[in-house]
């Protein structure tokens, strides 16, 4: 395939989630570019959008975008970092939950994890590698030196899986369904009856959940009055205590 200058390159980027505890609902964060060879064949070297970034800023009607799926009428928020760190240039933004799509974009990426990267940008300076320089599949046919970058999208299927992102915040449940969602999209649970059991062991320590600790004096449910032995249910309390930590922090 022959590129011109000034084509539209897409080249997505992996993300993994993780939370973040003084983040706003809807922030996200991660690699919007690495110099790594992607499953194209391009590699974008680093530093190739820090002279578009430095022109266009992040802000006002020439700023670059946040997109969903490179849709131009579909804006997802507002970038509010985009800078090289280390080989990699690094991204943090904001979704705009106030916008139904956007929402509804949110509510999945918390489901799946987190979803993945893609910068679009048109062509400045690059450069071809001759076949006979191309010893394995890790080598790179097409090498973009510089580029004017335009957008950033979230998107679903990644071209560049060694960008993965960093940050999704996820907010603390507020209902029984998004908790049961909570703890499969967390692993805690495998599927919906996995987490409505854990639910049911929630409820019958909630005590231990509000801090309350159960006095000697009180007629305490024990693990003599429930026929069980303490051991059995010291992975109970083990996940109760991990569930207050990750819930309690949001």
């Keep these: 395939m022959a590129w011109e200058k000034g084509d539209l390159i897409q080249c997505d980027m992996t993300f993994v989630s993780h939370t973040i505890a003084n ?30 970034i430095r022109k266009k800023g992040l802000t006002g009607p020439r700023g670059i975008k946040l997109l969903a799926g490179h849709d131009w009428h579909k804006i997802a928020g507002a970038i509010k ?4 760190v280390g080989d990699n240039l690094g991204i943090e933004a ?15 990426t918390k489901q799946n994890g987190g979803l993945s990267f893609s910068v679009g940008f048109s062509l400045q300076s690059y450069e071809f590698v001759d076949d006979e320089e191309i010893e394995n599949e890790d080598d790179p046919c097409l090498i973009i030196k510089s580029g ?15 960008a993965e992102m960093t940050f999704v915040k996820v907010g603390p449940p507020s209902t029984v369904r998004e908790l049961e969602r909570a703890f499969i999209a967390r ?3 495998q599927n919906r009856s996995e987490a409505k059991k854990l639910i049911q062991t929630m409820r019958q320590f909630s005590h231990l959940l509000n801090g309350k600790e159960t006095s ?33 922090s949001g």
């Design 187 to 189: 692993g805690n649970a």
């Design 148 to 162: 004017d970058l335009m957008e950033v999208s979230v998107v679903t299927f990644p071209a560049q899986p060694e």
């Design 23 to 52: 983040a706003p609902d809807g922030y996200i964060a991660g690699i919007a570019s690495t110099p790594a060879t992607d499953l194209y064949g391009h590699k974008v070297a680093k530093g190739a959008f820090d002279e578009s």
């Design 94 to 108: 904001q979704l705009n939950l106030n916008v139904s799509y956007v929402k509804d974009l949110y509510e999945v």
């Design 216 to 248: 000697e004096a009180s007629p305490a449910i024990t693990p003599q009055h429930l026929g069980l032995d303490a051991p059995l249910l010291k992975p109970v309390h083990e996940q109760l205590a991990r569930m207050k930590a990750v819930f309690g």
């Design 81 to 84: 970092k985009l800078e090289t």
